[in-house]
């Protein structure tokens, strides 16, 4: 399972339309870019020629088709994710179905694999995500013009396997892209000084957490609950659905509790030791991680990636178990109140959280790796317990609550705050180096469809050839 979760400039010359449908996808990719509404052209119908469409196909890209009926579809799709269609042209629109489908044919070239598994993992978490926003079931198929939810969903498989496969082939190609200390200092050396970034306010914070303590009679409950579903699962029971009903996960529980892995992937250390230790179709004892306890069935080994399920269950906290681990952090916030203590200190001998406790307590940004937490674009209620700190203020206790349930106390304080500034290349290092490298994962996308569309069989027909797309699918 995940570490940090249960279980995982613009280039004019490059712009693409980043279709909104891709939320119900999860596959945008940092090296995609969105097309600004300063620079999208007003609606405008391609010029017709005269010619037929064969069969209502406009373009094959290698084994794919598209119809012009897809680019309808996707003005559907936007909508439905609440996105503004009015100013994407059908160019616009093709030029997009067609990197998707160049991406998606070039993945199944490459071998890239997309289970049936898998695909029905994202089936239902996209059709709970829908049914929310819609209202029900029967409401979608109707909102896509099918029949029955029969038909829908396998028309939406159809959708989902390509945009997992492109997302994969995306994945791929950005994933090789390494870049240097001088390929960064290059980069910014390049940015005319009207040109720098700007940077708002940063706080560096630091934590101290106190879990509350769980007896052995409610760990053994958890353990015990465990091997009854191990021993019903032997008897012919589902896994999946089992996952579905118990598992304390919401990263997988839509899915029956699925995963695929590599020892490679950033799981927790006991949970790869597990999975990696078992054969195809063979189901783990209960073990313990820092999420909780575990049961895990191997579903396939495939060279050196597992598919996997598995099942969460955290023993219960009782309000006796809060109410002290809530003394026990008055207590540390006392004592370095009254500096008997610093809280880097105190974070290292007395914090429960092992991820921060070796640095004295500081956080890391997941989203940049770095220290540093941009005050307009924190987590609301993260901002709202730093916001009104001052520099190495100890917050009052506060009860924390993860997505999976567990509780805990933990107190906060701002180590260091950095005013708004122009970027500067030593202070500002590793956020100049995410610009520079999402740069250069932008241009060797461009130079990829550059290669791939010369070697693929590429053909559109009909009033699509008088368009203007950014890349060459016209060959010329």
């Known amino acids: 399972m995940p570490i940090n979760s249960i279980p995982m400039k613009s280039n004019n010359n490059r712009i693409t339309l980043t279709v909104l449908f891709l939320m119900f996808m999860s596959v945008v990719v940092n090296a995609q870019e969105i097309i600004k509404d300063s620079v999208i052209a007003p609606v405008k119908k391609a010029k017709s020629t005269g010619k037929q469409k064969v069969d209502g196909v406009v373009a094959t890209v290698g084994d794919y088709i598209i119809l012009d009926s897809d680019i309808d579809k996707t003005y559907l799709e936007i909508q439905a994710g609440g996105g503004n269609t009015s100013e994407y042209d059908r160019c616009q629109m093709l030029g997009k179905l067609l990197e998707d489908k160049l991406y998606a044919h070039q993945a199944v070239q490459d071998s890239i694999i997309v289970t049936d598994t898998e695909v029905k993992g994202m089936m239902e978490e996209r059709l709970n995500y829908m049914i929310d926003k819609i209202g029900s079931m029967e409401k979608v198929v109707q909102y896509y013009k099918k029949d029955s939810e029969e038909e829908f969903r396998t028309y939406f498989a159809d959708i989902l396997k390509e945009g997992k496969l492109t997302s994969e082939m995306q994945k791929k190609i950005i994933d090789a892209v390494e870049i240097t200390p001088e390929e960064v200092r290059n980069y910014f050396k390049q940015i005319p000084a009207a040109d720098l970034p700007f940077f708002g306010v940063e706080l560096e914070v630091a934590q101290i957490v106190v879990m509350p303590k769980v007896s052995a009679e409610d760990k053994q ?22 996952a579905v009903l118990y598992t304390q996960d919401p990263g997988s529980r839509s899915s029956g509790g699925y995963y695929k892995m590599n020892r490679k992937t950033p799981f927790v250390k006991e949970f790869k030791e597990v999975a990696f230790s078992l054969a195809e179709g063979e189901i783990s004892a209960p073990f313990e991680t820092e999420f909780g306890y575990h049961i895990i069935l191997v579903e396939k080994i495939k060279g050196q990636e597992v598919e996997l399920r598995h099942i969460l269950l955290s023993p219960t906290v009782t309000e006796a178990s809060l109410t002290e681990a809530k003394e026990k952090i008055k207590l540390i916030k006392k004592r370095i109140e009254d500096k008997d203590i610093t809280f880097a200190e105190a974070a290292r001998t007395l914090s429960d959280e092992k991820e921060t406790r070796a640095n004295g307590g500081a956080l890391i940004n997941p989203q940049t790796q770095d220290t540093r937490f941009e005050l307009t674009k924190m987590d609301p209620s993260f901002y709202s317990q730093v916001s009104n700190l001052k520099e190495n203020e100890v917050s009052a206790p506060i009860l924390d609550q993860s997505e999976e349930g567990k509780k805990s106390y933990k107190i906060i304080t701002v180590t260091n705050r950095i005013d708004e500034h122009t970027a500067d290349y030593a202070k500002d290092y590793i956020k100049i180096k995410d610009l520079a490298l999402k740069q250069k994962r932008i241009t060797e996308i461009g130079k990829w469809f550059d290669e791939k569309i010369k070697e693929t069989y590429i053909k559109i027909q009909g009033e699509y050839r008088d368009c203007k797309f950014t890349n060459n699918w016209l060959k010329k």
Not at 224 to 238: I, P, T, Y
């Open 221 to 242: 409950k958890v353990i015990d609950k465990l091997n009854g579903f191990k021993k019903e699962v032997e008897e012919g029971a589902s896994f999946s659905t089992k």
